[in-house]
């Protein structure tokens, strides 16, 4: 099996930043689009920013002009570089991998924004 393996989730104050990452245990190239997904507390998971082959990117509204989402194909690694982080901004982040119908998530990393 395809693994997703997030790390550097962290508590921070507001205004932070904070840059996570995923690591794929196969070629990145096995998934059309990966990106991050988050779910905070009371609140369903959406999506927070995806990145396509060819380097096509896409946030959610939120997240525009604070977060970028790249990709290091020889690390098999994509990662997520947060900036003026705000509370609004605590929740479990996941690292997703789509191919075609099938997808893959990784076990979430815990990302707290408060003082």
């Known amino acids: 099996q395809v693994q997703l393996v997030e790390s550097g989730g962290d508590l921070v104050q507001p205004g932070g930043s904070l840059r996570l990452s995923c690591t794929a245990s196969?070629?990145?190239?096995?998934?059309?689009?990966m990106g991050w997904y988050r779910q905070g507390p009371g609140k369903q998971r959406e999506l927070v920013a995806t990145?396509?082959?060819?380097?096509?990117?896409n946030y959610a509204d939120s997240v525009k002009g604070r977060f970028t989402i790249s990709r290091d194909n020889a690390k098999n690694t994509v990662s997520l570089q947060m900036v003026s982080l705000k509370p609004e901004d605590t929740a479990v982040y996941y690292c997703?991998?789509?191919?075609?119908?099938?997808?893959?998530w990784g076990q979430g990393t815990l990302v707290t924004v408060s003082s």
């Open positions: 990145i396509a082959l060819g380097g096509i990117t």
């Open positions: 997703h991998g789509q191919r075609g119908l099938s997808e893959i």
């Open positions: 196969r070629s990145i190239f096995s998934f059309n689009v």
